[in-house]
């Protein structure tokens, strides 16, 4: 199985700040690494497909770069409706699994 | 607008057959391309992909569950179905329905509500 790891675990920012999340696969994932956002009782929602394509109605505020096995996240002029937690995904060999996550929190 | 909606038992006892069914709206189970998945997510954790079916019935389920998993489609009803057999508490979590994309190389751009299913001894 391919494992993922994402870094940090959580982190504290304040509105309008640039954070960068990572997400680091054990092997190769190509570029076929995803990017989800989740709040609280919510289902996640797909921000960024294949490692840089924002996702249909998605902020422009969020970016994904990276191939291989590294991965970023970066989120620029953090609003206040994106403290959430940040899931990658690899969808390039089953079973297709996902990071553990990041908790981006109000500072 | 497609929905996808989990429904079944909130309860299922220790060591019996936890069913779910998710109903979609907006799209045909049987339009190409897409593959419709389960995953779940322990209370406070992380999530797990449980499998997906595709393509008329084909599957393909995570090492770790795939000798109690089965998922299934019904494309009469247009819904598709997981069964997890010889539960135990470790499989309390709420369970998603979700349809992967191969337009957006496989990544889950919709998902149901979610479902909480806890295994009570």
Do not use: M
């Not at chain 1, 497909?49 to 590294?70: C, H, I, K, Q, T």
């Not at chain 2, 220790?14 to 109903?23: A, M, N, P, Y």
């Not at chain 2, 992967?100 to 496989?106: E, L, M, P, R, V």
């Amino acid at each position: 199985d391919v494992q993922l790891t994402q870094s940090p675990s959580s982190l504290s920012a304040s509105v309008g700040d640039r954070v960068t999340l990572t997400c680091r696969a054990s092997q190769s994932v190509s570029f076929y690494l995803n990017w989800y956002q989740q709040k609280p009782g919510r289902a996640p929602r797909l921000l960024i497909y294949s490692a840089s394509n924002l996702y249909s109605g998605v902020p422009s505020r969020f970016s994904g770069s990276g191939s291989g096995a590294d991965f970023t996240l970066t989120i620029n002029g953090l609003r206040p409706e994106d403290f959430a937690t940040y899931f990658c995904q690899q969808s390039y060999s089953g079973p297709f699994t996902f990071g553990p996550g990041t908790k981006v929190e109000i500072k | 607008q497609v929905r996808l909606q989990e429904s079944g038992p909130g309860l299922v006892e220790s060591s019996q057959t936890l069913s779910l069914t998710c109903s979609i709206s907006g799209v045909s189970i049987n339009s190409g391309g897409y593959y419709w998945n389960w995953i779940r997510q322990h209370p406070g954790k992380g999530l797990e992909w449980i499998g997906y079916t595709y393509y008329g019935g084909n599957t393909y389920y995570t090492p770790s569950l795939k000798s109690r998993v089965t998922i299934s489609e019904d494309s009469s009803k247009n819904l598709f179905s997981l069964r997890l057999t010889s539960v135990t508490a470790a499989d309390t979590a709420v369970y998603y329905c979700a349809r992967s994309a191969g337009d957006f190389g496989n990544s889950i751009d919709y998902w149901g509500q979610g479902a909480l299913v806890t295994v009570s001894s």
